[in-house]
């Protein structure tokens, strides 16, 4: 049913249920593409709510949207970009290439690539680099 989907959740119950749905279970909220635990799910939940709940948190589209208040075409690897440094608030270059799926210490300039580019579309502000850290900027 979640195959594909990164999830963080610290709640073993929850952990259990995602891992049934086939979701891949991660132990860093920051690697994942929805933190369980922030959702704030009321229970009782059936399982097409819990489904629903969490493949609207991993849209992108809707995030972007809330993110620049309209509809911003992104290459699938930037959308991940900005909406992980959105998310966590700040990521350093290692965690990033995690999130998006690269190990931690793979050589590729993919992810500095698109940081590139998301700069030349939006300002060099949009994305910063404060001590090792990146973070989305000015908007």
Excluded: C
């Excluded at 991993?58 to 992980?84: C, E, H």
């Excluded at 050589?107 to 939006?122: D, G, N, P, Q």
């Amino acid at each position: 049913m979640l195959s594909g989907i990164r999830i963080f959740t610290s709640d073993e119950y929850w952990q259990r249920i995602a891992t049934d749905l086939n979701a891949t279970m991660v132990a860093d909220a920051k690697i994942a593409d929805v933190n369980l635990d922030s959702l704030k799910l009321q229970l009782p939940v059936s399982l097409i709510e819990l489904k629903t709940a969490i493949i609207a948190a991993s849209d992108g589209d809707a995030i972007i949207k809330q993110i620049f208040g309209k509809r911003v075409d992104l290459s699938p690897l930037q959308t991940q970009i900005v909406i992980k440094l959105y998310q966590s608030g700040g990521m350093t270059a290692e965690e990033l290439k995690m999130s998006i799926g690269y190990a931690k210490n793979a050589a590729t300039h993919t992810v500095e690539t698109a940081i590139y580019s998301l700069r030349k579309l939006f300002g060099h502000d949009f994305i910063i680099n404060e001590n090792g850290l990146f973070r989305i900027g000015r908007i």
